[in-house]
């Protein structure tokens, strides 16, 4: 099993284009989820999926957009890219509840806005 | 907003020392709890779940603490590949359930 994987590992923006994370997992599970990572700040979620087709806003929702189409593909889509959107991302799947089970993280994808 | 608290540190320990450190968090109704490890550039794993009783996993013991809302991770005979930074996980207060503290950086030295 690959696990949770993200494209691309890193991603240079300019400020107002727009680009889309990709996520995807081979582990059949229900939940996934984006956070994003801040020098001095813990993970923080953006949005997260409890299933294919159903999808919600996290902590920090605001300038990102998420569908779910499959069980295995999680994307994540930057609208207009801001500096304030420069971090570090990673997508995360669990087999149920992620309040209860095991967390799986990808690699992460650092992206940097100009 | 609910808040989970570590010491940032670097703690600096040397290579075969006791090493603890807690989290504290401020949701009284949280319900589970983990101790996440994520190394440098690295995507945070999951180090072990923290039950009521307390648990062991070989060097690693982590201990809940519901009165006083803090829970702690003890590493004995540490190792240099313990260098890490140690993430304190609690359920509650975020959208999903669950609240990420900022960290615990720890340097193991030979």
């Known amino acids: 099993n690959a696990g949770v994987t993200q494209t691309p590992k890193f991603q240079v923006l300019k400020t107002g284009q727009s680009m889309t994370l990709q996520c995807a997992q081979d582990?059949?599970?229900?939940?996934m989820s984006w956070y994003r990572q801040d020098p001095g700040m813990g993970l923080r979620l953006i949005h997260y999926?409890?299933?294919?087709?159903?999808?919600d806003q996290g902590e920090v929702p605001n300038g990102y957009n998420v569908s779910r189409s499959t069980t295995e593909d999680f994307p994540l889509r930057l609208l207009s890219a801001a500096p304030s959107q420069t971090s570090v991302y990673f997508c995360?799947?669990?087999?149920?509840?992620?309040?209860?089970?095991?967390?799986?993280f990808g690699p992460g994808t650092r992206l940097t806005v100009l | 907003r609910k808040e989970v608290e570590q010491d940032p540190g670097p703690f600096n320990v040397p290579e075969g020392a006791t090493v603890a450190f807690n989290c504290t968090y401020s949701?009284?109704?949280?319900?589970?709890f983990f101790w996440y490890r994520q190394d440098c550039r690295k995507e945070p794993k999951l180090l072990m779940s923290v039950y009521s009783s307390g648990n062991e996993d070989g060097r690693f013991t982590a201990q809940l603490n519901r009165a006083s809302q803090y829970i702690s991770l003890l590493i004995r005979d540490s190792k240099l590949s313990d260098s890490a930074t140690y993430l304190c996980?609690?359920?509650?207060?975020?959208?999903?359930?669950?609240?990420f503290g900022k960290g615990t950086h720890l340097i193991i030295q030979p």
């Open positions: 999926s409890v299933g294919a087709g159903i999808t």
């Open positions: 995360a799947s669990s087999y149920r509840t992620m309040t209860y089970n095991e967390q799986f």
């Open positions: 996980v609690v359920s509650g207060g975020g959208a999903d359930g669950l609240t």
């Open positions: 949701n009284s109704a949280s319900q589970s």
């Open positions: 582990m059949n599970h229900e939940y």
